[in-house]
């Protein structure tokens, strides 16, 4: 894709071409948006619950882990001011929608949270992976490289495992939660999808069902993402 247009261009194919950067840049715009205030929250949420944590260790695990999403909400801020877009405007279209999802998903205790760093930061890197890979190559590299070479899921995994191991009556209660956990996750990913034309602004020409055809092969790619982190745990998605 690109912003530029040849001078030689007729007058309306100019302003074509004019108007699908302008579309293109507001779909930055708000992804990077959506993006950002994501990365934010889940800081908020790792460092609040870092307090709660049973060990000094785990204490200063979710501390690290909360310093990289705050790194990750830079990037995208120093992106969006480059863009000559204010981080903050960007931001607060999906602020409300983020924070009620959050109220909907308050974990009862510090396993719990856990579970919900483990699923819902999950399918948000690989929603947005997924859309990152229809956009430009310096787009999609930026958000592609926002996997920290320290994976969270990794290491939030491991813990989850010791717990379950350590006390095995979690097992049903952690499986529930996590059920309820994607179903609000992926409803929050398709309301992205609907309230703010994520990806239909792309795939404009292809018809609605091509559209729809799209968003439902990546909300049924989540799922198995999902399926097969649960799994890792040995509890049933």
């Known amino acids: 894709m690109t912003n530029g247009h040849h001078s030689d261009l007729p007058a309306s194919s100019a302003t074509d071409a ?7 840049q507001r779909f930055l715009t708000d992804l990077f948006g959506a993006i950002a205030y994501g990365e934010l929250s ?10 709660f944590s049973p060990t000094l260790h785990d204490r200063a695990t979710l501390g690290r882990l909360a310093v990289h999403e ?3 909400f830079e990037v995208i801020c120093t992106r969006l001011t480059a863009m000559g877009v ?27 949270s856990l ?12 929603f947005y992976q997924a859309v990152a890979s229809w956009l430009d190559a310096e787009t999609n590299s930026l958000i592609q490289g926002l996997k920290a070479t320290e994976q969270p899921g990794e290491i939030l995994q491991g813990r989850l495992k010791v ?11 952690l499986a529930l939660w996590g059920r309820r956990l994607v179903g609000e996750a992926l409803t929050q990913a398709q309301r992205v ?5 994520f990806p239909g602004s792309l795939l404009e020409g292809q018809g609605r069902e091509a559209v729809d055809a799209e968003i439902k092969a990546l909300i049924a790619q989540l799922t198995r993402n999902h399926s097969k982190r649960m799994s890792l745990l040995g509890l049933t998605a």
């Open 193 to 197: 999808v609907v309230e703010r034309a």
């Open 163 to 173: 717990a379950l191991a350590d006390d095995p009556r979690l097992a049903s209660r």
């Open 42 to 51: 889940a800081f908020e949420r790792m460092s609040s619950d870092a307090r």
């Open 18 to 24: 004019q108007d699908a950067s302008e579309t293109y």
């Open 70 to 72: 705050y790194a990750h």
């Open 115 to 126: 579970m919900k760093f483990y699923v819902t930061d999950a399918i948000s890197d690989d």
């Open 86 to 112: 204010d981080p903050e405007e960007a931001m607060r279209p999906f602020q409300a929608s983020v924070d009620a999802f959050h109220d909907r998903t308050r974990p009862a205790d510090w396993y719990e």
